[in-house]
Nanobody, 117 residues
Framework: QLVESGGDLVHSGGSLRLSCVASGFTLNYFGIGWFRQAPGKEREGVLC????????YIADSVKGRFTISRDNAKNTVYLQMNSLKVEDTAVYYC????????????WGQGTQVTVSS
């Protein structure tokens, strides 16, 4: 099971840190990705982290602003989001993959991030 938290309403230029806590498995053995879905748009991949491949950027739009990290002791993956833009507004999900390059077979319920201008 994956549970996201940390979503909030923030002004443009602000920062947020999202958390994805895993239970029932050790996330260090898997790729954990962050995805987002804005209203009326398809879900898009943002970032992924795995022991085999490190950090993988999926969305060019977040390079230099978003980072992903993992705390193995807490079985938690974080998404640090800086310099937030209105277009970052979306529901953010974390999901589990075998390596970040395979299919994702377990998803959290999502957390809402809203960036105001």
């Amino acid at each position: 099971q994956l549970v996201e938290s940390g979503g909030d309403l923030v002004h443009s230029g602000g920062s947020l840190r999202l958390s994805c806590v895993a239970s029932g498995f050790t996330l260090n053995y898997f790729g954990i990705g962050w995805f987002r879905q804005a209203p009326g748009k398809e879900r898009e991949g943002v970032l992924c982290i795995s022991s085999a491949y490190g950090v993988t950027y999926i969305a060019d739009s977040v390079k230099g602003r978003f980072t992903i990290s993992r705390d193995n002791a807490k079985n938690t993956v974080y998404l640090q989001m800086n310099s937030l833009k209105v277009e970052d507004t979306a529901v953010y999900y974390c999901a589990r993959s075998s390596s970040c390059f395979g299919s994702y077979n377990s998803w959290g319920q999502g957390t809402q991030v809203t960036v105001s201008s």
